[in-house]
């Protein structure tokens, strides 16, 4: 089946610094991945869309200069969290989209800010 | 607003019952739907997908789809704790995006 991993698995910073998180397919190539936020007991909430060579969609209400998304390759997708601050904890999850329809998680990424 | 609803649960079912999970979906444009398991503490996985009318049978999941009422519900024969976990339904939407709704708790108790 598609594989496809996240590093790091879980990060702990401080306020203010920033983070990046990688997505990689292993086994296919993605024209696109999108990136997932969730909160304790909560569902998935979508991100933005990250579509390889252009810029990323993002959702109503995702700061597209705090969260930067890179999709230089059709397997690697990098989330940016810019100046981070600790209402920005929450488990960080990318999906790889493959035809004709199917999306297949990463591990996901903790990310605790202090 | 598309929206995919979901019963949170908790549902509990014995061990070797029949555990059914139901789902409905507003977007009567929606054409494929998605069924994940996600343990605690991890990322989703995908049980199955449907895109057509009637029951997906794979292995002890069956996936039902009901266009016409906007239903899409799973069937898990043979409950084993290890089903125990949340269980997530979704719809596709136009740029290959998934509506999910808030998922079910599912509890099979030994």
């Known amino acids: 089946g598609a594989v496809v991993s996240q590093h790091p698995s879980w990060v702990i910073c401080k306020s203010g610094t920033s983070v990046k998180i990688e997505c990689r397919s292993l086994?296919?190539?993605?024209?696109?991945m999108f990136w997932y936020r969730q909160f304790p007991k909560q569902s998935l909430m979508l991100m933005a869309t990250?579509?390889?060579?252009?810029?990323?969609?993002?959702e109503q209400g995702v700061e597209k200069d705090k969260f930067l998304i890179n999709h230089a390759s059709l397997t690697l997708s990098t989330l940016t969290v810019t100046s981070a601050h600790p209402e920005d904890s929450s488990f960080y999850i990318c999906?790889?989209?493959?035809?004709?329809?199917?999306?297949?998680f990463g591990p996901g990424t903790r990310l605790t800010v202090l | 607003q598309k929206e995919v609803e979901q019963n949170s649960g908790p549902l509990s079912v014995p061990e070797g019952a029949i555990a059914s999970l139901n789902c409905t979906y507003s977007d009567r444009g929606s054409q494929s739907f998605f069924w994940y398991r996600q343990y605690s503490g991890k990322s989703p996985e995908l049980i199955m997908f449907i895109y057509s009318n009637g029951d997906k049978e794979d292995g002890r999941f069956t996936a039902q789809l009901n266009k016409a009422s906007q239903y899409v519900s799973l069937l898990i024969r043979d409950s084993q704790p290890s089903d125990s976990a949340t269980y997530l339904c979704?719809?596709?939407?136009?740029?290959?995006?998934?509506?999910f709704g808030a998922g079910t708790i599912l509890r099979v108790k030994s």
């Open positions: 086994d296919f190539q993605a024209t696109t």
């Open positions: 979704a719809a596709m939407e136009y740029g290959n995006k998934l509506v």
């Open positions: 990250s579509n390889e060579g252009s810029k990323a969609t993002y």
């Open positions: 999906s790889a989209y493959t035809p004709p329809g199917t999306q297949y």
